[in-house]
């Protein structure tokens, strides 16, 4: 990684813009989470409030936790390491600050909307055309801002976080705009067959070509920084990139096998799904032997140390994934809470503390001073560590007696006294959360308004 010329201070408002907005989102999303889990156990507890009924709070507890939290937070580290990888200045800092109040407006936009029941009522989707279109314009300018700068860079050679920085932005806005059928505004959905092909084409990919490429570009540029050693090896980083680009594309119809789709389509998801171990292991073997023998760095650095435990996440997700595509396992763990807790494991674990990380890594950069509180940030990432894990042991256990249940002919009702202390224990395990986003939030609001000390 040649980062060795400082090139001057630049991205740091947009940078910081965008770890403030991914503390703040986390808080709401959290918060929309426990809400959602609490209805689950206590149904009147709400009184039926039309604006935060559970159909309602679950889309935006979803599109908050991805666009709210998780990509802002990835792109707050972007903003800082981007320039100085390619040994230049952002493109535009302006630009960059305008795209951080777009993203917010769009972000609050979501959360009215979906409140207020109008949605298109798809996977990932739900957001109507007007908000669709502001989702795809903060794409674009993210696309303009980081393609210019590596127009003007310096650095001959692209190191490999620009690489997926740079095809996570593009791949993102073009599935984005295919998946939610942008150009049918009415609707914003196909018919039939067709809409359920595309919009799992889309509702895989925005988190296989969004959430993993970006969390992917942040560890190869932290690990190595906080290890104070060079990548292990640069060819086995662009393997995994192009295998990950080539081969996620095409998983999303793992989600319709039970669907009357054609036959080699659901071959070629279940085939690519398991080819997924590729990409996954050239990424961590590449990550993981980087940092062989400097696990001691990794757990002086906290945003190390979060991006870290992300990369074991990514391990547990995606071998689960993988099997989770077999149709004879897929009729136990499919239309249940297995596939919650892998969603979880992958959004929250893997992306959702690579974004921390990031975040914890960065600001004491952008700020020029120590982070506000050390201690803070080792608290949140037990709490949030411990909450992964709990998730995905009492959400697999309650999807596991939901599945064989169902195979033996059992009734839903019948089921949900089976499974109702774990949504009470999912329930406590999301208010840990909830409390950690709380921390968080103000770890990163004293650190960078509040925080007079200067950097040792």
């Known amino acids: ?53 559970f159909g309602r709070i679950r889309p935006i507890h979803v599109n908050l936790v991805l666009f709210g939290f998780v990509t802002p937070g990835l792109l707050g580290a972007a903003f800082y390491f981007f320039p100085r990888l390619l040994r230049t200045t952002i493109y535009s800092e ?53 393609l210019m700068t590596v127009r003007q860079r310096k650095e ?27 150009w049918k505004p009415d609707s914003g959905a196909l018919i039939g067959i067709p809409d359920a092909i595309l919009l799992w084409f889309y509702g895989h990919n925005v988190f296989g070509l969004l959430l993993t490429p970006l969390s992917a570009a942040v560890a190869y540029y932290v690990i190595p ?5 060079p990548l292990y090896s640069h060819t086995l980083s662009l393997l995994g990139f192009w295998a990950l680009l080539v081969i996620y594309t095409h998983v999303g119809t793992h989600h319709l096998l039970q669907v009357p789709v054609p036959t080699w389509l659901k071959v070629v998801a279940i085939v690519d799904s398991v080819a997924m ?9 590449n990550i993981w032997y980087t940092a062989r023998g400097k696990l001691g760095e990794i757990h002086a650095d906290i945003g190390a140390k979060f991006v870290f435990t992300g990369t074991i996440m990514y391990f547990f ?20 809470n297995w596939v919650v807790a892998h969603a979880h494991i992958g959004v929250l674990g893997f992306a959702g503390m690579i974004a921390l990380g990031g975040i914890y890594y960065v600001l004491p950069k952008i700020t020029g001073k120590p982070l506000y509180s050390r201690l803070l940030a080792d608290f949140q990432y037990w709490m949030v560590l411990i909450g992964i894990a709990g998730f995905a042991v009492v959400l697999t256990i309650a999807g596991l007696i939901q599945g064989h249940a169902w195979i033996n002919g059992e009734t839903v009702y019948r089921v949900l006294p089976q499974i109702h202390h774990y949504y009470v224990t999912r329930a406590a395990l999301g208010l840990m959360i909830f409390t950690s986003a709380l921390l968080g939030l103000y770890n990163v609001i004293r650190t960078l308004f509040f925080n007079p000390g200067d950097r040792s």
């Open 94 to 146: 302006k630009l960059g600050v305008v795209t951080v109040l777009v993203w917010n407006a769009t972000l609050v936009a979501t959360v009215v909307t979906l409140a207020a029941g109008y949605t298109q009522a798809r996977e990932y989707a739900e957001m109507i055309w007007p908000v669709d279109m502001m989702v795809v314009l903060v794409f674009s300018l993210l696309i303009v801002n980081f």
């Open 156 to 182: 001959p050679v692209l190191y490999v976080s620009v690489w997926y920085v740079c095809a996570g932005l593009v791949l993102t806005a073009t599935t984005y705009a295919l998946g939610n059928v942008i």
């Open 225 to 229: 920084r906080a290890c104070r050693a």
């Open 1 to 53: 990684m040649t980062d060795t010329e400082s090139p001057p201070p630049s991205g740091h408002l947009s940078a910081k813009g965008f770890c403030l907005t991914s503390a703040f989102w986390m808080t709401v999303a959290t918060f929309m989470g426990l809400l959602g889990a609490t209805e689950l156990i206590a149904p009147d507890l709400t009184g039926n409030t039309a604006w935060i009924v």
């Open 317 to 336: 997700v995606s071998i689960q994934g993988s099997m989770m595509a077999l149709p004879q396992v897929q009729r136990v763990t499919h239309f249940n």
């Open 277 to 285: 171990v590729i990409p996954v292991m050239a990424f961590l073997i």
